[in-house]
């Protein structure tokens, strides 16, 4: 199908998808809690290459660094679904065959460790053609889901869905599991994405979310879109899918209760805070939700002390949920992350760049904020290498149930961190059902 008539169709379905309530625009690319995860998965990529240059990554994929990280991307609503799935240890297959295979092991560490450390187009396609060479059997381009998150504006995501999408769209023939196929479909999707960049975005997860969409069936596509009446035909049964999407789904509504919980315990926080006399932070990504009838920085900090500021970390750091800083010095006392569904990983590599970022911060107090049926799941984490370096902070679990049951009383009577270190439980080995 030729670019011309192609437009006749294209354009106005990218208009449908960037309103539709359901889709992955909307549900995943808006989603403010995406762009925090960046970084932390960035840290957990150099996590595992270190372990594999250390010869610690292990044989197995469960309990590993790797799994950590694909865990917090597969955790990412819709388009990620499934994503760790390409990583999982197949007996009967012996794939991928990164955990036997010593050689094979290192080749995989090499590409992570080239992706992370080069910062133009070139230099990430040489580290793919040097990974294609050596034909890890299992291993195919379902790793650019991990290159996607250290450039998002050179690397589209990938998954059954979106290739199928760009083939339904561009009437080609991609295949699955070979990376010779990816890159085509790569050059193919930069195009398109060039194309109708004013709908899109310099991040291909923009475009790779669309072509998801189509691929999941969400949307129809024409037939002849040369024909006018199957034209018409198609606009009106994509009318009948507007109308369907904009009953918005039940997973869409827990996702959209989920954002409003965590907008509601960061307030409490933040409220509990200014009551018992700290100056308090909200993460600058969040400072602008509507809450309790204005905004949630409404009277916190317009920006961190300089000492924080120019630690290197400063990035993540401001993404942290909320902080609680002493009056008389610059140094956090507190520091909070909100958990309600997703991954616990980014919000402790937050914590930890700003413990290990300013040493003189390893003594702060560090909460996990969660719903109470999460913290077996939390501790659980915890038993993982990749956490290994919590031990050193002053880390708690503190449940939504004990922050809404004693928030008012501790405002009203507390002083300082002890009556918020009292309703928290410590995460370390050996102070709760720390798995065997």
């Known amino acids: 199908m030729s670019a011309p008539s192609r437009d006749v169709w294209l354009r106005p379905l990218l208009e449908q998808w960037r309103r539709d309530p359901g889709g992955t625009y909307i549900g995943w690319f808006l989603w403010a809690e995406r762009l925090k995860n960046f970084r932390s998965i960035r840290r957990g990529v150099s996590a595992v290459v270190s372990e594999i240059e250390l010869d610690r990554f292990g044989n197995v994929y469960k309990g590993s660094s790797l799994e950590t990280v694909v865990g917090s991307i597969a955790e990412q609503r819709q388009i990620f679904k499934g994503a760790d799935h390409a990583f999982l240890w197949k007996p009967k297959l012996r794939i991928p065959d990164i955990y036997e295979s010593r050689e094979n092991q290192l080749a995989f560490g090499r590409f992570l460790d080239a992706c992370v450390c080069c910062q133009n187009e070139a230099a990430v396609l040489s580290a793919i053609h040097q990974l294609d060479q050596h034909k890890i059997k299992g291993l195919g381009p379902a790793a650019a889901n991990l290159l996607y998150f250290l450039h998002p504006t050179l690397v589209p995501p990938f998954n059954t ?12 023939n991609v295949k699955l599991g070979r990376w010779t196929e990816y890159l ?10 060039a194309q109708y960049r004013s709908l899109l975005s310099n991040d291909l997860g923009a475009i790779a979310g669309f072509l998801f969409d189509v ?8 037939k002849r879109a040369e024909d006018a ?16 999407s904009a009953r918005v789904s039940k997973a869409l509504a827990l996702a959209c209760e ?12 933040r409220d509990l805070g ?3 006399g700290f100056r308090v932070w909200v993460a600058s990504n969040d400072r602008g939700r509507e809450y309790d009838r204005g905004r949630l920085g409404d009277g916190c900090l317009d920006s961190l002390p300089a000492s924080i500021e120019n630690c290197g970390a400063e990035e993540t750091i401001r993404l942290i949920d909320v902080l609680w800083l002493h009056l008389g010095n610059d140094a956090v006392a507190a520091a909070f992350e909100v958990e309600h569904s997703t991954s616990i990983y980014s919000g ?21 904020v969660a719903p109470d049926d999460r913290e077996e799941a939390v501790r659980s984490q915890f038993a993982r290498p990749a956490f290994s370096r919590v031990a050193e902070l002053d880390l708690r679990f503190l449940s939504y149930d004990m922050l809404r049951t004693h928030r008012e009383a501790m405002a009203r009577f507390g002083v ?5 270190q009292a309703v928290a439980q410590p995460i370390r080995r050996g102070s709760g059902p720390w798995p065997a």
């Open 274 to 276: 200014k009551a018992l």
């Open 258 to 269: 989920a954002d409003l919980t965590h907008t509601q315990v960061q307030g409490w926080l």
């Open 229 to 244: 009446e199957d034209l018409t035909l198609w606009k009106e049964e994509l009318a009948c899918a507007h109308e369907e």
């Open 161 to 172: 869905a979106i290739v199928r999408g760009y083939n339904r769209i561009m009437s080609a």
């Open 184 to 193: 085509a479909m790569r050059k193919g999707i930069l195009e398109l994405n």
């Open 348 to 368: 402790i590599v937050r914590m930890l760049d700003l413990a290990l970022g300013l040493p003189d911060h390893m003594a702060g107090a560090y909460f996990l």
């Open 215 to 222: 691929g999941s069936d969400r949307y129809p596509l024409p």
């Open 416 to 420: 300082g961190l002890k009556a918020v």
